[in-house]
């Protein structure tokens, strides 16, 4: 069939531009979708897929590897850190132990004092007004402080040991602008009673003298650290704190001295000072049967409370930090030597002439006295030095030396108390070569110990021979007095038998019935005792002219002999100055005391 011809010309008419275009884009808005893209899309989703999962694989052997390295290989050492981050050591303040006496009388104790600073750009009263209600309280003047106010803003310091009664009166008030920071000072009762004895403490609550110093380690209380849990902000957990926390023990640390007689001891010591002018003086008391002291006294002290103002010299207790030479105090225990040693007996009798040569030199007695033929009991009565002298003689020098040695000269006595020296004694070699040394030491000089040695070798007069070891700490012991600690005591030795002691002891009764020490005397008591009036040796050899150590020693009860008491006095000044008159009512007022104190009951009936 023939196509029409009018179609055919149609189909061939020649078309515009605008024409062409919108039968491209007819034809373009018709094609199938899949003409847009011919390449195949399966390998590259693959491959893509393949990429992920390497990728989360690889991610989880990563986090797999870094837990293991953190639970496994460093968990104990991040479970510590974390503990440590959480948990707080605390250590809280404890105050240091108190120390009391014999009878618990508080001698040293921790109170709370304040330090107070004022800050006048934080007052809401006027400076004058707030000048007027500190002043009386911080005992200064209102207008001193009103300048002192007026010249610095802040930091004004009013007080750096407040007490905790005065401060609260400043809490009182309420006034803004004042900064009172809390801490614990050292304080003495007693004041200067006891100073010698228990010492002080510096700023830093270090113990510097006394048993503060010597028993710093009893005194300083043991307390543990606690771990505490904390917040996140830092803040404790207290319901996590463990059980008594943070209580402590109630510990103090008794003393075997006894307040009372102390304070005797004191006054009496100062009363012959005073009237002496002396330079200084000491008074101790010992218990012979287990050597406690119940007094030890020296003046001049101080006041432990305001040691900043004190001597430093006086910081160091001079009974047992100074050497001196005893003197006749030393008699009797030569008596003793010769008495164990069987060279005299105690009915032996010598004759004094009133002076004796010893090689080139001549001895003679104090006033250049002489007694005649008199028996040892004389000896000591008068403190024949001539006496003394021939009763040595008998003795091997060798012999004599090691019964030196054996009483503890040469060497340091072992007390508590701290700063204790060694005394003196020559050489052996230089003593039994020269016939002057024993001689000189028969009554006394030639060599040197401190006055609480010479009180330990006379306990072994007192209590059958043994030498005791003097000391001032009885313990640590509770509020209700039970005893919890006592320290370790050397055990006494026994110098001398029971015999030679009594024998010796009723002999230094006759001294105080009929000799020097008559002033000692106490009506109704047995009381031995010996004088002593020593020359002072000079630094550069012999003796200061006119310079003497007067001293008295007693023993009491003699029928049951138990107390030794020492009074010294150094340098006293004027006339009439001996033993017998400076130093022996000292003695005597404090055997006096002790005899109330221990209820000593009298050894025969007193006569009215």
């Known amino acids: 069939m023939q196509k029409s011809p009018s179609r055919r010309r149609f189909r061939n008419l020649p078309k515009t531009e605008s024409q062409k275009r919108g039968r491209q884009r007819t034809r373009r808005r018709f094609l199938p979708a899949f003409t847009l893209n011919s390449e195949p899309q399966t390998p590259n989703l693959k491959y893509r897929l ?60 921790d109170r709370p004092v304040y330090t107070v600073y004022a800050h006048p750009k934080l007052f809401s009263k006027s400076n004058q007004k707030v000048a007027e209600l500190l002043a009386p309280i911080v005992d200064k003047d209102v207008t001193e402080l009103k300048n002192k106010f007026d010249n610095k ?20 008030l309420r006034l803004n602008g004042l900064e009172l920071i809390q801490k614990y000072s050292r304080f003495y009762p007693q004041q200067d009673l006891v100073a010698e004895v228990v010492g002080y403490v510096n700023l830093d609550r270090r113990g510097q003298a006394g048993v503060e110093y010597s028993q710093e380690k009893l005194l300083e209380r043991s307390v543990q650290a606690v771990r505490l849990s904390r917040t996140g902000n830092g803040s404790l957990m207290p319901d996590y704190a463990p059980d008594g926390f943070p209580h402590s023990e109630d510990l103090q640390l008794q003393l075997t001295i006894d307040s009372r007689l102390q304070r005797v001891a004191r006054a009496a010591l100062k009363e012959q000072m005073d009237k002496y002018s002396a330079k200084r003086g000491a008074v101790i008391v010992m218990d012979a049967w287990d050597g406690s002291l119940l007094a030890l006294a020296s003046l001049p002290s101080y006041n432990p409370n305001e040691y900043s103002k004190a001597d430093i010299s006086l910081f160091k207790n001079w009974t047992v930090a100074d050497l001196y030479e005893p003197g006749s105090t030393f008699k009797p225990l030569n008596v003793a030597i010769a008495l164990e040693n069987g060279v005299i007996t105690a009915n032996d009798t010598f004759n004094d002439s009133g002076s004796i040569q010893v090689g080139d030199r001549t001895i003679k007695n104090a006033e250049n006295k002489s007694y005649g033929r008199i028996n040892i009991a004389q000896i000591l009565q008068h403190s024949s030095n001539i006496g003394m002298v021939q009763i040595i003689q008998r003795l091997q020098p060798s012999v004599y030396y090691g019964w030196l040695e054996k009483l503890g000269l040469g060497q340091a006595v072992s007390t508590d108390l701290p700063f204790i020296v060694a005394s003196q004694l020559k050489s052996q070699e230089k003593f039994i070569a020269s016939p002057i040394e024993p001689a000189t030491t028969s009554f006394g000089q030639g060599f040197s110990l401190t006055p609480l040695q010479l009180v330990q070798m006379h306990g072994a007069l007192a209590n059958g021979g043994k030498l005791v070891t003097p000391h001032v700490i009885k313990g640590l012991v509770d509020s209700k007095n039970q005893l919890h600690y006592t320290p370790t005591i050397p055990e006494p030795r026994q110098i001398f038998s029971a015999i030679t002691t009594q024998q010796v002891v009723e002999m230094m009764e006759t001294v105080v019935d009929e000799g020097s020490g008559k002033a000692s005397q106490i009506p109704g008591y047995r009381i031995a005792g010996k004088t002593g009036t020593a020359q002072i040796a000079g630094r550069s050899g012999g003796y200061v002219s006119g310079a003497y150590v007067t001293s008295f020693l ?16 150094d340098e006293p000044r004027g006339v009439n100055i001996y033993g017998s008159t400076v130093a022996a009512p000292i003695a005597k007022a404090v055997m006096e005391a002790l005899i109330t104190i ?11």
Request: charged letters at 20%; a positive charge.
């Open 50 to 109: 393949l990429i992920v999962w390497a990728v989360l694989i690889v991610a989880g052997l990563g986090l797999s590897l870094k837990l293991y390295n953190l639970q496994i290989a460093q968990g104990p050492k991040l479970k510590e850190k974390a503990r440590n981050q959480q948990m707080v050591n605390l250590r809280p303040f404890v105050p240091r132990r108190q120390v009391i006496d014999r009878n618990r009388t508080v001698l040293a104790i």
């Open 153 to 172: 803003k802040s930091g004004i310091l009013l007080s750096s040991a407040m007490p905790e009664e005065i401060a609260n009166q400043i809490f009182a």
């Open 554 to 569: 007693g023993i009491m009860p003699v029928e049951a002999p138990r107390y030794v008491v020492l009074a010294l006095v």
């Open 598 to 608: 221990e209820q000593i009951p009298p050894s025969q009936a007193i006569r009215q």
